[in-house]
Nanobody, 125 residues
Framework: QVQLVESGGGLVQAGGSLRLSCAAS????????MGWFRQAPGKEREFVAR???????YYADSVKGRFTISRDNAENTVYLQMNSLKPEDTAVYYC???????????????????WGQGTQVTVSS
């Protein structure tokens, strides 16, 4: 069992930056691949980024070059650094854990086993 708690969301102007954190419970954090997803009002939850146990990374095209996912296994935490934010980045952001920790591009929601409660990110124009 893994419990995930996101933090770091807030209100920011377009062009600004935010850093999201996701703290995981349990001593097996390093054995999971971690993902970030987001859900805007009236839209389906979508993939944002993924990092494997060996720190291989994958990104949605919409955030590539602006967002960076990273992890600190010693701190049981995964991060999402978001730069050059746009109003269309406004959403609730969720972190998720995937028991398959290989370095593969896995973007489907149903592949992830554990989810956090989410943190709101609002980007004003």
């Amino acid at each position: 069992q893994v419990q995930l708690v996101e933090s770091g969301g807030g209100l920011v102007q377009a062009g600004g930056s935010l850093r999201l954190s996701c703290a995981a419970s349990g001593r097996t954090f390093s054995s999971y691949a971690m993902g970030w997803f987001r859900q805007a009002p009236g839209k389906e939850r979508e993939f944002v980024a993924r990092i494997s146990w060996s720190s291989g990374t994958y990104y949605a095209d919409s955030v590539k070059g602006r967002f960076t996912i990273s992890r600190d296994n010693a701190e049981n935490t995964v991060y999402l650094q978001m730069n050059s934010l746009k109003p269309e980045d406004t959403a609730v952001y969720y972190c998720a854990a995937d028991r398959y920790n290989g370095n593969r591009d896995r973007r489907l929601l149903n592949l992830y086993d554990y989810w956090g409660q989410g943190t709101q990110v609002t980007v004003s124009s």
